[in-house]
């Protein structure tokens, strides 16, 4: 796959570092922004026992940077994020649905790995 500065456009803007103080937790997330005419959000979501650095090449590296906007969460009680009480999957799911409104972003693709 080609990636954007191969196809003659601007290469993408640099990740910025971002949190959000929910229910005693601070969430962490890197967003990358894309170019104006981009498809969408592709949120990318680690596995139980690591945390958001897990995307850290893909994102660097990989094709989706410009064509996407990009974001790679620390979930709660991950990396970055601090965790207040017990972390559950309905708790992860609040969170992330929080983050994907703090940035106004009302449809994303749910990649995780």
Not at 42 to 51: Q, T, W
């Amino acid at each position: 796959m080609m990636r954007a500065m191969d196809r003659g456009t601007a290469p993408p803007a640099a990740e910025t570092s971002c949190r959000l103080k929910l229910g005693g937790a601070e969430l962490a997330w890197w967003r990358m922004p894309a170019a104006p005419a981009a498809r969408g959000c592709v949120v990318l979501l680690h596995g139980l026992a690591s945390n958001a650095t897990r995307w850290s090449e893909f994102v660097e590296h990989g094709s989706l940077a410009g064509a996407w906007a990009l974001l790679r969460v620390d979930l709660r009680g991950h990396g970055a994020s601090q965790p207040a009480g017990r972390a559950t999957l309905e708790v992860w799911c609040d969170d992330l649905a929080a983050i994907l409104r703090s940035q106004a972003i009302a449809n994303a693709l749910i990649n995780t790995g």
